[in-house]
């Protein structure tokens, strides 16, 4: 395994009414994160908010090129970013167990969602939220996102976090991007190129982190 410091590239936030930071997401403009009671996007060139949703945001947040999906407690909700309607409603992964999902991401066709207490990534089918496969993980499970066919999670455990791109057939950490000491990371998305932008909990900002070159292809 690869290991290095992470490369903060900005800080975005506090941001006005929203005390922390869960879910973050990328829709190609802007960056969306979740505070609890409402999803808030960003424009991540001058860092001014630009709008929010009304919605349950209480964990991970995806967009699949049209819509966003929202954790709220035990459900994934599939929102119209353009009017904020909750358009259908599916079980999240620990549902049985009360919650405690984390981390959502989009790719291939597919929802994934970030266990933190069982250490696992589950593959789930957004009309039925039925479990299509599961990637165990050796370390409390954030943020989750796909760029470039590379899978990468966040973890945060006590005062350390850092940023994990792992082999999705086997769950073998291949790199590991180590956060500052007491910089939490709740959410995590990539925007497509070098940049991964990472919740960070209750401290209410967004930091934005270099995807190293040489893991790109």
Excluded at 9 to 34: C, I, K, S
Excluded at 71 to 90: F, N, Q, S
Aim: charge should be negative; hydrophobic fraction near 35%.
């Amino acid at each position: 395994m690869k290991t290095s410091a992470a490369e903060i590239l900005r800080e975005y936030g506090p941001f006005p009414g929203a005390d922390r930071v869960n879910g973050v997401t990328f829709d190609g403009q802007h960056v969306w994160f979740a505070s609890g009671d409402r999803l808030n996007a960003f424009d991540p060139e001058s860092g001014k908010t630009v709008r929010s949703i009304d919605v349950a945001a209480h964990a991970g947040t995806a967009f699949d090129g049209r819509h966003l999906f929202q954790i709220a407690e035990d459900r994934i909700h599939k929102i119209d970013p353009k009017t904020g309607r909750v358009l259908a409603t599916i079980p999240a992964p620990g549902a049985a167990a009360g919650g405690g999902d984390s981390g959502l991401a989009w790719a291939e066709g597919s929802l994934w969602v970030g266990q933190p207490r069982d250490r696992k990534i589950h593959q789930i089918d957004p009309e039925t939220g039925k479990i299509l496969r599961t990637i165990e993980s050796n370390r409390v499970v954030t943020g989750v996102t796909w760029v470039d066919g590379e899978l990468w999670h966040g973890t945060w455990e006590g005062d350390e976090s850092d940023l994990r791109r792992i082999d999705p057939r086997t769950g073998e950490v291949l790199e590991s991007l180590g956060m500052p000491a007491g910089t939490g990371v709740s959410g995590l998305e990539s925007d497509g190129g070098d940049r991964l932008f990472c919740g960070g909990g209750s401290s209410g900002k967004v930091r934005a982190v270099r995807r190293p070159r040489q893991s790109a292809r």
